[in-house]
């Protein structure tokens, strides 16, 4: 049976139509229409990975989730809180200034482009606000540890919210148990070497997610990396319930950077990632059951999860884990 091919074949006429209205150098002009047509889309799991052939005619890779674009409304545009045809080009617009950055591709009118920073390359922006709120909060400085959430929850809303009510109503839904939180907990400071070590065995997972990204290093190779710096981690920490703890943060997240690599069958991918979700679920019931105020932190670490995973940059499973680094309060 012949697959449809219809959203592929849409996406390619968006790409190339949106493609046409966009800015480029006079002497880069004639390169970037010849790799325009160069243009192919594959059908990745969950995500459309968009190449095309470059100067060098080397083919340079995309990869953007299916849910940014909307081909089959299935409800009328005006009940979208944006029109799916203005998503659609903003999507379309993201994937070719990252596909043609080299040919200096703008789009009219506006001033700067989106630009991969080498400091946004590498460092896990959320994770680090995450853990900024947690060792503030260790030190027992309520209102410095509100002040980093109010600022976290507007820089990271800004872009994603268009409703200023839903906007609202969401921060206020994480600020207020939060601010309650702050108030009646009374935090150790013996609390700050798991807190340090979950940030690093975080860290060190989102950064190989992303080098592997990058296609620099093989997937069996970033696993033995990261088990291994993770595992000497976990040796040189003290306290036998933190090397306990930080130990089921490992798995959590191996597992989660195993569910979306494309050798692993539908079958096993859909244990593993229940695995994963059980794991994580227990993890947070066991720092609740310790400590019944970090109850009041769930709408924050639900909020962080979910943002990283599937709106962040190098989106994977195992950052689901990141929201939970607050739990070591």
Same mark, same amino acid.
């Given at each position: 049976?012949?697959?449809?091919?219809? =959203?592929?074949? %849409?996406?390619?006429?968006?790409? %190339?139509?949106?493609?046409?209205?966009?800015?480029? &150098?006079?002497?880069?002009?004639?390169?970037?229409? &010849?790799?325009?047509?160069?243009?192919?889309?594959?059908?990745?799991?969950?995500?459309? !990975?968009?190449?095309?052939?470059?100067?060098? &005619?080397?083919?340079?890779?995309?990869?953007?989730?299916?849910?940014?674009?909307?081909?089959?409304?299935?409800?009328?545009?005006?009940?979208?809180?944006? !029109?799916?045809? /203005? *998503?659609?080009?903003?999507?379309?617009?993201?994937?070719?200034?990252?596909?043609?950055? &080299?040919?200096? /591709?703008?789009?009219?009118?506006?001033? %700067?482009?989106?630009?991969?920073?080498?400091?946004?390359?590498?460092?896990?922006?959320?994770?680090?606000?995450?853990?900024?709120?947690? @060792?503030?909060?260790?030190?027992?400085?309520?209102?410095?540890?509100?002040?980093?959430?109010?600022?976290?929850?507007?820089?990271?809303? %800004?872009?994603?919210?268009?409703?200023?009510?839903?906007?609202?109503?969401?921060?206020?839904?994480?600020?207020?148990?939060?601010? /309650?939180?702050?108030?009646?907990?009374?935090?150790?400071?013996?609390?700050?070497?798991?807190?340090?070590?979950? *940030?690093?065995?975080?860290?060190?997972?989102?950064? @190989? *997610?992303?080098?592997?990204?990058?296609?620099?290093?093989?997937? @069996?190779?970033?696993?033995?990396?990261?088990?291994?710096?993770?595992?000497?981690?976990?040796?040189?920490?003290?306290?036998?319930?933190?090397?306990?703890?930080?130990?089921?943060?490992?798995?959590?997240?191996?597992?989660?950077?195993?569910?979306?690599?494309?050798?692993?069958?539908?079958?096993?991918?859909?244990?593993?990632?229940? @695995?994963?979700?059980?794991?994580?679920?227990?993890?947070?019931?066991?720092? #609740?059951?310790?400590?019944?105020?970090?109850?009041?932190?769930?709408?924050?670490?639900?909020? #962080?999860?979910?943002?990283?995973?599937?709106?962040?940059?190098? =989106?994977?499973?195992?950052?689901?884990?990141?929201?939970?680094?607050?739990?070591?309060?």
């Amino acid at each position: 049976m012949t697959r449809d091919k219809s =959203r592929e074949k %849409s996406l390619l006429f968006l790409l %190339s139509t949106v493609s046409r209205s966009l800015e480029i &150098e006079p002497e880069n002009r004639k390169r970037f229409r &010849e790799s325009i047509a160069t243009l192919q889309i594959r059908d990745s799991d969950g995500e459309w !990975n968009i190449s095309a052939e470059i100067s060098n &005619e080397n083919r340079k890779n995309v990869e953007i989730s299916k849910d940014r674009f909307i081909f089959y409304p299935v409800k009328s545009a005006a009940r979208y809180e944006v !029109n799916p045809a /203005v *998503i659609n080009k903003n999507s379309a617009q993201e994937v070719l200034l990252d596909l043609f950055a &080299e040919y200096g /591709v703008q789009v009219p009118g506006k001033k %700067s482009q989106p630009t991969q920073s080498k400091f946004s390359m590498f460092i896990p922006i959320n994770l680090l606000w995450v853990g900024l709120f947690s @060792v503030v909060s260790i030190y027992s400085l309520p209102l410095l540890s509100f002040a980093i959430l109010l600022v976290h929850l507007f820089a990271t809303t %800004s872009r994603h919210y268009v409703s200023s009510l839903r906007r609202w109503s969401l921060i206020a839904s994480i600020t207020i148990p939060a601010l /309650v939180f702050l108030t009646l907990n009374h935090p150790k400071l013996d609390n700050l070497e798991v807190a340090y070590s979950q *940030i690093g065995i975080l860290f060190i997972f989102d950064l @190989v *997610i992303r080098i592997e990204s990058e296609e620099k290093s093989k997937p @069996v190779k970033a696993l033995i990396i990261m088990i291994a710096l993770t595992s000497l981690t976990i040796l040189f920490t003290g306290q036998t319930d933190a090397r306990t703890l930080l130990t089921l943060m490992m798995v959590i997240v191996a597992i989660g950077y195993l569910v979306p690599k494309r050798n692993i069958g539908k079958s096993l991918r859909n244990v593993l990632l229940l @695995v994963h979700l059980s794991l994580l679920a227990c993890f947070i019931a066991a720092s #609740v059951i310790a400590n019944p105020y970090k109850a009041l932190l769930i709408p924050y670490l639900i909020y #962080v999860s979910l943002f990283e995973t599937f709106l962040g940059d190098n =989106r994977n499973p195992s950052k689901l884990a990141f929201g939970a680094v607050c739990l070591a309060i």
